[in-house]
């Protein structure tokens, strides 16, 4: 290992990305499968692990169905995690609160979606938290974990 790589690792050892899940999350597996796949919550988790483990980094994982807790826990991250990865669920179209609390904490946040939003009902075309996040994946399934933690990653610029 060079030491440019060396310094790289230390970086990406120290880092740490928090999974923020929003409401019904906790049903995948058995909530609407053509939609969201056959994977549970935990599967998904363990997925992410193995690719955070990979890649160096730390991640906390959570899921809420409680608006306040999630605002709670954006608020939390300030100082505490590098970046924030939401599924904000059914919140992502509705949840000034959630956009509110990104936009003030100022932790860099991708917003994640198993499903591709924008190929469904017309309401969940529009993400109130889209404007304060670095960016959006959807549509990849669980993979849209996976392409979270791989953005949140470049994100943080420790790769440049
Ligand atoms: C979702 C899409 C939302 O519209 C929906 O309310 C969800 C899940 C997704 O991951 O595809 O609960 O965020």
New binding site residues.
Partial sequence: MNSTTIQETIKLLAMKILFLN????NLLGSREPEI?GRMTLADIEAKVRERAAQLKVAVDFRQSNLEGELVGWIQQAKGAFDVIVI????Y??TSVALRDAISAVGVPTIEI???N?HA?EEF?HKSVIAPVCRGQI?GFGAKSYILGLEAAIDVTEIKK
């Fill in positions: 929003g409401p019904n999350l969201y599924n904000a669920a059914a992502t179209h979606h198993l499903s939003i469904r969940r959807c």
